[in-house]
């Protein structure tokens, strides 16, 4: 069974910075391509970052661009999300979502996490 | 980046009657070389994470129940519920992964009347 376990998350004042984490179990975390999904509170869901398994290859939203960095190290099967720069609407939970697709990613997602909640506040 | 706009944004149906969410994207996420339309469907419940319903339109996943149907191409699609139950309730989103920025459309609620 797939697992996802994000964690890092919580209040941080505007300005700062932190790092996410997103443990993953069940399948070859090294072949697949994984990705951040993010939630403001009642809001929609919106596109992060995605990273390519092998290549190592990331993408960003026009959001988090030069402020966010994604990466992943597959000996310790995690994927993480360094934040800095962090501004009120970065305010949300965030999710580690697995691509469907072993190898090249199709950039849509099987599997979830429960997601780590961000709070940018004073 | 391709917009996707979501109608209705909530909808009241009654248990076991028809529900239809709608997804129009900016622009075409058909792929002509594969004719395929790269287009996903979610339900969020409340609480939970995104589950993955559909995928290339019409594609149900696996353990989704028959009573979901996706449905259109280019920029038009449709996402049915033929029966809805209880356990329906819940946010239905589309996304497009024709190209990145990957994109939602805004999310459709959807209760019990």
């Known amino acids: 069974e797939v697992q996802l376990l994000e964690s890092g998350g919580g209040l941080i004042p505007p300005g700062g910075s932190l790092r996410l984490s997103c443990s993953a179990s069940g399948f070859v975390f090294g072949s697949y391509a994984m990705n951040w999904v993010r939630q403001a509170p009642g809001k929609a869901l919106e596109w992060v970052s995605s990273?390519?398994?092998?290549?190592?290859?990331?993408v960003y939203a026009d959001s988090v661009r030069g402020r966010f960095t994604i990466s992943r190290d597959n000996s310790k099967n995690t994927l993480y999300l360094e934040m800095s720069s962090l501004r009120a609407e970065d305010t949300a939970l965030y999710y580690c979502a697995k691509d469907v697709n072993l190898g090249p990613p199709v950039y849509y997602f099987d599997s979830w996490g429960q997601g780590t909640l961000v709070t940018v506040s004073t | 980046d391709i917009v996707m706009t979501q109608s209705p944004d909530s909808l009241a149906v009654s248990l076991g009657e028809r529900a239809t969410i709608n997804c129009k994207s900016s622009q075409s996420v058909l792929f002509r070389s594969n004719n395929k339309n790269y287009l996903a469907w979610y339900q969020q419940k409340v609480g939970q994470p995104p589950n993955l319903l559909i995928y290339w339109a019409s594609t149900r996943e696996s353990g989704v129940p028959d009573r979901f149907s996706g449905s259109g191409s280019e920029t038009d699609f449709t996402l049915t519920i033929s029966s809805l139950q209880a356990e329906d309730v819940a946010v239905y989103y589309c996304q497009q992964y024709y190209f990145t920025p990957l994109t939602f459309g805004g999310g459709t609620k959807v209760e019990i009347k």
């Open positions: 990273i390519k398994a092998t290549t190592g290859d990331t």
